[in-house]
């Protein structure tokens, strides 16, 4: 029941220490597309002091993220949750942080235009939206490799690609939140930090 991916075993700690000083202090930190749910699960056993809900509208994933906090006895983290990004309403009302990885460039478009808007309709002024994936910068890819991943990407799903920097910016704005902070990653992925204004 309990899923691995070797990716999120190599990213969950460099994604933590961006995210460590810019969490707040207390509250709810909702996870959209929690996947295996060991992202998830390493934030929760760093920040014991907040309350982490996960999410993934996989039923099979959100076994996953169940059993690992089970497994690792986490107190600070809810059973994971259903959500559809692109649904006007979802199962949380309020969350001080929305983190979302590797989501937006394997979802139509559309899933990345429900994520900011429900993001937005969730957090306070101050609260944080944080992104990490791949993108564009200035209409064009970063390496090689992510030109070759957006490629497969659009091969499996035409409405699936590595999403332009500069539109993902252009999104969060319209929905009232700031220019982002930009965090370079390992493997040519990119953190985005938002806050709402």
């Given at each position: 029941m309990r899923r691995e991916a070797p990716a999120a075993a190599r990213n969950r700690q460099p994604i933590l220490e961006v995210l460590q000083p810019r969490l707040p202090e207390k509250g709810l930190v909702l996870e959209i597309a929690s996947g295996t749910g060991e992202h998830v699960v390493h934030y929760a056993a760093a920040r014991p002091?907040?309350?982490?809900?996960?999410?993934?509208?996989?039923?099979?994933?959100?076994?996953?993220?169940?059993?690992?906090?089970?497994?690792?006895?986490?107190?600070?983290?809810?059973?994971?949750?259903e959500i559809d990004v692109t649904m006007e309403s979802w199962p949380v009302e309020r969350a001080d942080a929305v983190l979302c990885c590797n989501m937006i460039h394997i979802a139509p478009w559309e899933a990345a235009i429900g994520l900011?808007?429900?993001?937005?309709?969730?957090?306070?002024?101050?609260?944080?939206?944080?992104?990490?994936?791949?993108y564009r910068r200035g209409g064009r890819h970063t390496a090689p490799s992510n030109e070759s991943f957006d490629a497969d990407l659009k091969r499996r799903n035409p409405a699936w690609g590595v999403r332009d920097l500069e539109a993902v910016t252009r999104l969060a704005a319209a929905q009232g939140f700031s220019a982002p902070e930009i965090v370079e990653m390992p493997a040519n992925n990119l953190s985005l930090l938002f806050n709402r204004l």
């Open positions: 002091g907040l309350t982490f809900q996960p999410s993934d509208p996989d039923a099979g994933a959100r076994a996953s993220v169940d059993d690992w906090v089970r497994t690792l006895g986490l107190g600070n983290v809810r059973p994971a949750l900011v808007t429900g993001a937005a309709r969730l957090t306070p002024p101050g609260g944080l939206l944080f992104l990490y994936g791949p």
